[in-house]
């Protein structure tokens, strides 16, 4: 049996490691790089430190609109599954790269595997929204990370195939935070102290496309008077520049600007900053998983569980709200629910493909 498993950006190239390591016991597995992520810290360097085998094929797509970006990976991915003819396509989050390789498989008839199904803002001016609704729709099996993505799911009529399986980034962040304590050096690098800075991400369109959003963000760090580490995404670099905000939050002393950061050295920012400030769905679930406060640049978020549980705040783009989060906002009490799982989502994963796909036995691997 032969699964096709299609990355592109970072969080999909960390799920695809730690779920390939038990996939690869009972099935060929390939892997589809489509190049959405295209800077070498947002896509090599985590082929190199997490020491994953590179892809099978590398389609350098690159950026673009949607329309056209999802159009070439349509096309690319196409060919790919035409020739590699998988028995699955296993796509991962809510990104174009996900849409177009459910898209390609559906289309040529190949079962597709959704990891992290039901996951809902309920924001449709969201294009990840859309592509998680598309995706939920149009896939066989559907792994569900919380019992809320099971909700969403049942509530929209999607009730064969879920499987409730708990979030493989927990898993790896269990495993990850380890080695990362012993090999990375960024604190050091970097001169920074444990719990006396902020972190700060942020690299979502509806902030980075919006002049009014950026500025409010850009301002509030400033205003904060906070120690600011912000590891800046190509694409907050770009609209920075566009709207002349670069050389103003360039100059400030409490803002420190770095480029983009490995995962090693992401996971030692997060558990050693005093808050995260971040418009990133995984970087919100990381600062809950190590009991780091978390405020959040958005009206809504897909993890409810960690508002739910007091340790993220949603504050929008306003500005007074930022820097009244950055002063004030505690987790109340001490409420941590593991709601995402137990660590094992990967065992349970690929145990249900091996039931699903009738593989008996393991596959020889001498």
């Known amino acids: ?213 950026l500025e409010n963000i850009i301002n509030a760090l400033i205003e904060s008077k906070e120690l600011i580490v912000f590891p800046i995404h190509p694409r907050t670099v770009k609209q920075l520049n566009n709207y002349g905000l670069y050389e103003k939050i360039s100059k400030v002393e409490n803002v420190l600007l770095v480029p983009p950061v490995s995962y090693l050295d992401m996971l030692i920012l997060e558990e050693n900053s005093k808050k995260i400030i971040t418009d990133s769905g995984g970087i919100q679930k990381e600062a809950y998983f190590l009991k780091v406060p978390c405020v959040t640049l958005r009206r809504e978020t897909e993890w409810v569980e960690t508002v739910e549980d007091g340790w993220n705040i949603l504050v929008d783009t306003d500005k007074e709200k930022i820097i009244h989060a950055i002063k004030e906002f505690e987790p109340h009490g001490n409420v941590y629910s593991y709601k995402f799982g137990d660590g094992r989502s990967v065992e349970k994963i690929v145990r249900i493909l091996k039931d699903l796909l009738f593989i008996p036995t393991s596959k020889n691997t001498q």
């Open 1 to 213: 049996m032969k699964v096709a498993t299609v990355v592109g950006v970072r969080p999909e190239f960390i799920r695809a490691f730690f779920i390939s390591k038990e996939l690869r016991k009972y099935f060929d597995e390939v892997v589809i790089h489509t190049g959405q992520h295209y800077d070498y810290e947002l896509s090599k360097v985590f082929f190199e430190q997490l020491n994953i085998p590179e892809p099978n094929y590398n389609l350098n797509i690159g950026s673009g609109t949607h329309g056209w970006q999802t159009g070439e990976l349509l096309k690319r991915l196409e060919e790919v599954l035409v020739k590699e003819k998988p028995n699955l396509v296993l796509v991962h989050g809510d990104t174009n790269s996900t849409l177009a390789g459910a898209l390609a498989a559906v289309k040529l008839h190949i079962k597709v595997a959704h990891i992290e199904a039901g996951l809902r803002s309920f924001n449709r001016m969201m294009p990840e929204e859309i592509n998680r609704i598309i995706v939920d729709h149009i896939s066989d099996y559907l792994f569900a990370p919380t019992e809320t993505a099971v909700k969403n799911l049942y509530n929209e009529g999607i009730r064969e195939g879920v499987y409730l399986t708990g979030d493989i980034m927990y898993d790896a962040l269990l495993q990850s935070i380890k080695v990362a304590r012993i090999k990375s050096n960024i604190l050091k690098k970097l001169s920074l102290r444990p719990k006396e800075y902020l972190l700060v991400t942020v690299h979502r369109a509806e902030n980075t496309d919006n002049k009014n959003n």
